[in-house]
Nanobody, 126 residues
Framework: QVQLVESGGGSVQAGGSLRLSCAASGYVFSGGSCVGWFRQPPGKEREGVAL???????RDGESMTDRFTISQDKARRTLYLQMNSLKSEDTAMYYC???????????????????WGQGTQVAVSS
């Protein structure tokens, strides 16, 4: 059984930094694995932030910015999102997700993502 548990969210002032983590159990970070971050701002739809594959290639979602960095520790089965210079518009619930099959089209479409965490809240005050 795959479980994804996010942590690292919280309240921060604009300009601050947070590092989100997603610990995976029952999911192997190899052999075509794909894990990613999504976020859902208040009152809006969930959107893709970024994904990273087992070969360490990444793809940016619509909300990715050069202030964020996605990374993974395969041995620890943990996904990270380093967020710097946070802005109020980064306020959202952040989710990690893991895919079970390979896909190259509409990579951030939720139908492609089999497993989801419960989310961690990020609140940025200006």
């Amino acid at each position: 059984q795959v479980q994804l548990v996010e942590s690292g969210g919280g309240s921060v002032q604009a300009g601050g930094s947070l590092r989100l983590s997603c610990a995976a159990s029952g999911y192997v970070f190899s052999g075509g694995s794909c894990v990613g971050w999504f976020r859902q701002p208040p009152g809006k739809e969930r959107e893709g932030v970024a994904l990273i594959r087992s070969d360490d290639t990444t793809r940016d979602g619509e909300s990715m910015t050069d202030r964020f960095t996605i990374s993974q520790d395969k041995a620890r089965r943990t996904l990270y999102l380093q967020m710097n210079s946070l802005k109020s518009e980064d306020t959202a619930m952040y989710y990690c997700a893991a895919a079970q099959t390979h896909f190259d089209v509409d990579v951030f479409a939720e139908r492609n993502w089999r497993f989801w965490g419960q989310g961690t809240q990020v609140a940025v005050s200006s």
